[in-house]
């Protein structure tokens, strides 16, 4: 089985060429076999052996966190915004940056694997959604407040209404959290069909369209 760490062409000097040109890795190692891609000529150079870096990752999710590690080459890129997945023994997970801190605990939006010292992140795969809810008759001074968990692609259209479990509301509107702000080109939507995915989602608001009042107990 091949290594995947292993690039299976790398750029040196051909013999045969007389300059530096692509070469196949027939064998690798610290001398290893190569071909040159345009002359055929074999001969043994010495490869550098790839170099990765761990950074600690914090993972958050509906108030709790967990740590586990991001690794790559030191020169790869890491930016407030970006997506990827992480793997624990308690499950595969996808997450967005929403933090790179450097050493001395300085906060950056982007930075090289190499000087980043934590990368913070929250889950997006599936996330739990604020709603704040007015009563029916659109009075704003009774309000409650609900958590709903959806995928992290599910849309959240300003219009339609929803139901989740024995709660019946209509989108009044929806704010963007400030790491997705840069996808939208709001930070708060209010028009009818204006949509949101769940995971871009800072809270919703909504009017019940069941209930005209509620009890405060």
């Known amino acids: 089985m ?19 040109t692509p070469h196949e890795v027939l064998k690798p190692g610290g001398h290893a076999t190569v071909q040159c891609t345009q002359c055929g000529h074999t001969h043994k150079v010495e490869v550098p052996e790839p170099t990765t870096v761990g950074v600690g990752v914090v993972v958050s999710q509906d108030g709790e966190s967990y740590t586990t590690t991001l690794a790559g080459e030191p020169e790869e890129t890491v930016a407030t915004g970006d997506e990827f997945i992480v793997e624990t023994p ?11 801190e450097l050493s001395g605990d300085r ?3 982007e930075s090289d694997l190499e000087h980043a010292a934590t990368v913070w992140t ?17 009075r ?7 958590k709903v968990y959806v995928p992290g692609d599910y849309e959240f259209t300003v219009g339609k209404t929803e139901s989740f479990g024995d709660d019946e509301i209509e989108i009044e509107g929806v704010q963007v959290r400030d790491e997705a702000a840069d996808t939208y080109r709001h930070e708060k939507f209010d028009h009818d069909g204006d949509m949101v995915y ?3 989602v800072k809270r919703v608001y909504a009017r019940d369209t069941k209930t005209a009042a509620w009890s405060a107990w």
């Open 90 to 100: 308690e499950a595969i997970q996808q997450v967005r940056v929403t933090s790179i």
């Open 107 to 109: 906060r950056v939006e």
């Open 198 to 200: 769940a995971k871009d």
């Open 140 to 146: 704003r001074d009774e309000t409650r407040s609900l």
């Open 122 to 138: 929250r889950v997006v795969d599936n996330v739990g959604v604020n709603v704040t809810v007015h009563p029916k008759d659109g």
């Open 2 to 20: 091949s290594d995947p760490d292993v690039p299976s062409q790398v750029p040196v000097e051909c013999p045969g060429c007389a300059e530096e």
